[in-house]
């Protein structure tokens, strides 16, 4: 991987400065960069930029001062096969171009790790949880939901590739108005469907979903009359109807490819001893007032722009209590870093909960609240309209079952989580290289079939020795695949799948371009061996990408 050439060459050019400038230079890092453009090498450092100052020199001077030092701890060094030349470019940026030695390496090591390609131990096994999806089971999965699956269970996959150890978790709010609500709407479509006329209220959940389970209800409990409708509880009808609702979600979740390491329910995480211990605790701190027979939460302390109430007059909660309760009991159980993932109408809450962590006695970047922007589904070239409440809404099932698991996926995940995100459902189920995520993976179909002509042909892999590998498509493809690693730390850098997502289409890309100049099977076996080894390597890489966004890595299409 680039990602270990890139560590070493650091470590040499830092000390190499160290020695040379012990005094001006011993506290200023070197970083090395990707260019944008091909032009510029491998890598490109603004160290010279940054040290103009120091020095009191323009930065070209002393780039050209650097590149000397460099070359010379290059020569002596066990990397001099590896870069080919060192060049300073305007305004005073470093180039380093590597040798198709360095780029052979590559290949050799896509080939000794094949799945474990890319997986790093950056994290030293910090524990992370990432709390996710957690809707109210008040109804089917929306596809706002499905847009913050696919990230979470996304970061999930990569985080813990890049070597830490993060746990996945669904919090359930099986408690409260919601609720209450739900076995209400459940209850009159039952007494409706019992001959009654009903006045169903605005508030209640009115999708054909709760017709279904009112039906569900009254077979479950051998219901068949008004009498014993009336005489069941309303808990009763809310907690079945949460139950129910529950396992629907945890059925379209498991479809989706998303599961789950832990479910917590604030019905047992937030109960009233927890809530009355850690209300103390804030307050033996100074962080709990009374005023006007209510309780505050002094959040301002840490930046919020108002204090929150907790314990109402009436001696009833707030939703923030639970809260509270609930990410002391994250730490509680080792975590070191949390992410929260939630949904635009949710990030005016950002500031009080990072606030109750501050107060909790933990640092703020020890939570991380990431906003998933909505999705917009549209249909030839018009927007789905969606109502939660009338149930008017395309659910995750509906777009699962419409273009597969595989281009729902892909497509939830094809914009960075902060841009608004517009889903083509007839886009998603074309066959074409216009489709992106069939793009993707014909890339990794379309060396099974080479694999074929080449054993037909009589021509093995060339996975041990590499040097007929020079044209321009080749080398350029080598370079894409070494920067997987690298794309892996900008996804955990980004808190954001998205990188990756584009990283893949760019290495599909550059191996349909190599693809379409060069032919992989052809007369001098010993090229198309070496071709061969090219092109299933790059097999591994999207195959190991494919998977860390939770798709599949087709060998036919």
Known sequence: MLVHLKTQLQTLLQNALS?????????????????????????????????????????TVVANEFLAIFTMAIEKSPLKDKIAKIEV?????????????ALYDVVYQIFKDEANYGRLNFGQNKKIQIEFVSANPTGPLSIA???????????ANIFNFIGFKADREFYVNDEGNQ????????????????????????????GDYIKDMAKEFMAQHKINNLDGLNATKPETFSQWAADYLLNVIKKELDDFGVHFDTWSHQS???????????LDVLKGKGFIYEKEGAWWFKSTDFGDDKDRVVKKSDGSYTYLTPDIVYHKDKFDRGYERLINIWGPDHHGYIPRITAVVEALGYKKDNLNVLIVQLATLFRDGKPVSMSTRRGQYVSLREVMTEVGVDAARYFFLMRHISAHLEFDLELAKKATPENPVFYIQYAHARVYSINKKAQE??????RNKLSLLKEEAELDLIKKMGWFADVLLFCYDQLDPYPLVNYLHELATAFHKFYDQHRVVEENK???????????SCRIVLANGLMLLGLTAPESM
């Open 89 to 101: 470019k305007n305004p005073g940026f470093i180039n380093f171009f590597l040798t198709p030695t």
């Open 179 to 206: 609720i209450n609500i739900l076995g209400r709407s459940v209850a009159q479509r039952a007494q409706e469907l019992l001959g009654e006329k009903v006045d169903f209220l605005e508030d209640n959940y009115q």
């Open 145 to 155: 939901h499905a847009r913050q699956a696919a990230v979470g269970d996304a970061l």
């Open 457 to 462: 042909a009589g021509i093995q892999v060339q």
């Open 526 to 536: 010993e090229l198309s061996g070496e071709r061969l080894a090219l092109v299933n």
């Open 268 to 278: 047992k995480i937030a109960t009233a001893e927890k809530i009355v211990a850690v």
């Open 19 to 59: 020695v040379a400038y012990p005094d001006q230079l011993n506290s200023l890092p070197i970083e090395l960069d990707i260019p944008t453009e091909k032009v510029f090498g491998e890598y490109s450092s603004n160290i010279a930029l940054k040290s103009a100052k120091i020095f009191k020199k323009a930065p």
